[in-house]
């Protein structure tokens, strides 16, 4: 099982930019197959996929984010990083990552249905103030 813990600032000023890091334990970032994800959730709201980077290093992106989101990893820290730009008091939310295993016949489905996947972190609320 993977074991996933996100970190980062809670508060962030609006115009900022948002950077999320998720170390994952017990599984190389690099092996076949695996995705890592990550997912928001407003309050009261649907968990919202954001983008995810591949065991490849290959990127995807929800396209009403791609202009203000990118995803990095370090592999030597085992990690993968969310960055997104331009924040305003609406990205005050629950931020999650996520892995998934799948094929690469059902990645761009699988990645947009947080049902699906198999690990996740603990989450870590993000809070957009002056």
């Known amino acids: 099982q993977v074991q996933l813990r996100e970190s980062g600032p809670g508060l962030v000023k609006p115009s900022q930019t948002l950077s999320l890091s998720c170390t994952a334990a017990g599984e190389p970032i690099t092996n076949t197959y695996y995705y890592w994800i990550w997912v928001r959730q407003p309050p009261g709201k649907c968990l919202d996929w954001m983008g995810a980077i591949a065991y490849s290093g290959r990127t995807y992106c929800n396209p009403s984010l791609k202009s203000r989101t990118s995803i990095s990893r370090d592999t030597s820290k085992n990690q993968f990083t969310l960055q997104l730009t331009s924040l305003s008091h609406e990205n005050t939310v629950v931020y999650y990552c996520?892995?998934?295993?799948?094929?690469?016949?059902?990645?761009?489905?699988?990645?947009?249905?947080?049902?699906?996947?198999?690990?996740w972190g603990q989450g870590t609320q993000v809070t957009v103030a002056p």
């Open positions: 996520d892995e998934k295993v799948t094929s690469l016949l059902e990645v761009v489905t699988t990645l947009k249905d947080p049902n699906e996947y198999d690990s």
